[in-house]
């Protein structure tokens, strides 16, 4: 009896602790790194920022297995049609030629007395020296070593090819974009070996929001203007429109030709692809960091002034570039939001700001 009275007097401070323990766990404030939002420059009215490329680009390897022993060229050069541009360990592929050449020689003499021998029995044969069976024999033995000969030349031309093949070359005039072999390295054949980037046509590859996939497929006239010839704008022509979204970017890649191209244009340029009659309107840009999307659906954290709870804002994306991103509404200057760390927040969440910003 004594143990349940004190039990019962304990009981209402051991409620009263429970209550205040509960009441004095530290609040889930998650530190975040912030930007203010500022507006873009440039606008998404004056069209897409994209990088001039190469009509026609390719990876090119060997078509034989081996040890590279020489890289004759590097990023940059400009080359042309069939010029070698690495080249394979030799001594294997001579190897198989010389047996090969060797091979062949043997079944060229062999099949040249086995077609004296037919052309002695048919001699006979016409005579009746020897029967039809004794003649069939030797015809039959002709054909075969008629099928060697061939079989043998056909080991001899593949031969020959494949020591030609220890040279990469070309396959026509314009730049090595990139290496992906060193030497000393053995590759496989069909292995990617150069980056190239053929002369002739010049595009430029932008990125387009789905958002406005109508525009551009309706407007007839584009305009491509170089960074670094700005005022000078040539005509370009939509080529080409990726019928699916970039899974990370949530934008469709396109091509834009430009028609009258000159020698100012070089590979790797910024450009900026302007749509006729394209409607002016403010944008911001901010750290692609920033950037989520939900339900295919683009997201900013916004951070409030007051209390530092964040808040998601649907944004209109407009433009992505290497580490930015270009949008339309959702946000307004001086607004500060969240640049890391945006898949762990919630809605309504307390935020406290990182020294420093981004």
Known sequence: MTSLRVFSLLLPALLLA?????QSMPEDIRVVRT??????EAGSGSGYSGEVRARHESVVGFRVSGRVAERLVQVGNRVSRNQPLARLDPVDAALNADAARAQLQGVRSEY??????FERAKR?????FISQAEFDRDRVQLESSRAKLVAAESEFALASNQQGYTFLRAPQDGVVTALYVEVGEVVQAGQRALG?????????????????LEEIRQVGDLQVELWARPGRRYVGKLRELAPMTDSATRQYDARI?????????????????HLAGQRKQQTYRLPLSALYHKGGESFVWVVSNGDS?????????ADVGQDAVVVAGGV???ETIVTAGVHLLFDGQKVRLAAGGV
């Open 18 to 22: 429970a209550c205040g323990s509960k």
């Open 112 to 117: 040249a007395q086995v077609e004296l021998d």
């Open 309 to 317: 709870i964040v808040h998601a804002r649907q944004v209109e994306v």
């Open 332 to 334: 307004q200057p001086g």
């Open 124 to 128: 006979l044969f016409e005579r009746r």
């Open 35 to 40: 930007a203010a939002v500022t507006a873009d």
């Open 196 to 212: 190239f980037s053929a002369d002739g046509e010049r595009e430029v590859a932008i990125s387009i929001p789905e958002s406005r």
């Open 257 to 273: 030709s430009i028609v009258d191209p000159d020698e100012a244009i070089e590979l790797g340029m910024t450009a900026r692809v």
